[in-house]
């Protein structure tokens, strides 16, 4: 929640005052005002240490603080013009446009009338409005509509989310027990400045490694490379796939019913949701060292790392290697054989 600007109102003060003698805590009351629990904290410090917080004693405080400093909040949302610039925000005025005729009307004065305000000042007090349906009301007159201003996050995405998508939030509940086989996780491995990558796909129960070509990151590339090395994979042991929101994934659907899994996808900078998938891309940067790139390796060079992986001891298999683990669920499954090559798994189905 944003810290907002504005300064509290006796109506605020009042609820304070009161929710504190019904006992409820700081971020209650916060939740309620629409302001940060820190908002609260600071006013109920400042005014309420001797006797308990009184609104009446707190209002009076703040106002005579105010008279001290000099200081105008011009723009408080319950003041005169604040509501005159609301009002032509919803005639579908642009701040800039308030600004400016406010200015020439002030300039055809003799006299300084107070009607100058600037553009970055409207623009200020829109956005550090309480959470609420006034400033979701405001805020829709503006041209671009946002609900946050300022420049976008490094690193987050320019374009808009994957379509239907299902949230791992729906994923079944034996996935996260881990005492089912066939649930993947996957991902893609970068090399130098983006320019390559691989596919990661690792079984959840055994942590078997894939490693998966590919030609180029795009979404049919990806698609077609994941159903291809998951298709190599038995029937009963490709049951869910869990990804993260990469545009990669934008064919989830066609993968789906080329595989026949199911595809769920984390929530965003959520690492944890995919565990597996995030360790086991550690341990492959041993071999796939970040800044390289990765532009020359082939499939046949990737199933080698696989397969060294893969014959690993595994602290979390009670040192078996994932090749072992992965092999007796193969064993088990009737109508179907695998062969050993070089220390990796082949699938016969």
């Known amino acids: 929640m944003a810290v907002q600007r504005f300064r509290l109102t006796v109506v605020d003060r009042t609820i304070i005052e009161l929710r504190r003698r019904d006992g409820c805590s700081i971020r209650m009351i916060a939740r309620e005002l629409g302001r940060s629990p820190g908002t609260v904290c600071d006013e109920i410090k400042r005014h309420g240490k001797v006797a308990g917080y009184r609104a009446a004693k707190a209002e009076a405080?703040?106002?005579?603080?105010?008279?001290?400093?000099?200081?105008?909040?011009?723009?408080?949302?319950?003041?005169?013009?604040?509501?005159?610039?609301?009002?032509?925000?919803?005639?579908?005025?642009?701040?800039?446009?308030?600004?400016?005729?406010?200015?020439?009307m002030e300039n055809g004065m003799e006299q300084?009338?107070?009607?100058?305000?600037?553009?970055?000042?409207?623009?200020?007090?829109?956005?550090?409005?309480?959470?609420?349906?006034?400033?979701?009301?405001?805020?829709?007159?503006?041209?671009?509509?946002?609900p946050m201003r300022g420049r976008r996050p490094k690193g987050s995405g320019r374009r808009g989310k994957l379509v239907g998508m299902t949230n791992i939030r729906e994923r079944p509940e034996e996935v996260g027990g881990r005492l089912v086989p066939g649930h993947w996780e996957g991902d893609l491995i970068l090399g130098a400045g983006g320019a390559s990558a691989v596919g990661t796909l690792v079984e959840r129960t055994t942590r078997l490694v894939v490693l998966v070509h590919m030609a180029a990151r795009k979404a049919d590339v990806a698609a077609s490379a994941f159903a291809g090395a998951l298709n190599a994979i038995p029937a009963p042991l490709r049951k869910t796939l869990t990804y993260d929101q990469g545009k990669e994934m934008a064919g989830h659907e066609g993968l789906a019913a080329q595989t026949g899994m199911r595809i769920f996808f984390a929530d965003p900078h959520s690492p944890w949701q995919r565990g597996s998938n995030e360790n086991t891309n550690g341990l492959l940067r041993q071999y796939l060292p970040k800044g390289s790139s990765l532009a020359?390796?082939?499939?046949?060079?990737?199933?080698?790392?696989?397969?060294?992986?893969?014959?690993?001891?595994?602290?979390?298999?009670?040192?078996?290697?994932?090749?072992?683990?992965?092999?007796?669920?193969?064993?088990?499954?009737?109508?179907?054989?695998?062969?050993?090559?070089?220390?990796?798994?082949?699938?016969?189905c």
């Open 61 to 104: 405080d703040a106002a005579a603080g105010r008279g001290r400093s000099g200081r105008k909040l011009r723009l408080a949302p319950d003041g005169p013009l604040f509501a005159g610039i609301a009002r032509l925000l919803r005639l579908g005025w642009s701040p800039e446009q308030i600004s400016g005729r406010r200015k020439r």
């Open 112 to 146: 300084p009338s107070g009607l100058r305000v600037s553009h970055e000042a409207i623009y200020t007090a829109l956005y550090a409005l309480p959470r609420g349906e006034l400033r979701r009301e405001l805020l829709s007159f503006l041209r671009q509509a946002k």
């Open 296 to 348: 020359s390796l082939d499939q046949d060079d990737l199933d080698i790392v696989a397969a060294s992986l893969n014959d690993r001891p595994r602290k979390t298999l009670d040192y078996a290697t994932p090749n072992e683990a992965f092999n007796s669920l193969l064993a088990t499954l009737a109508g179907g054989s695998e062969t050993q090559n070089g220390g990796g798994v082949r699938y016969e």
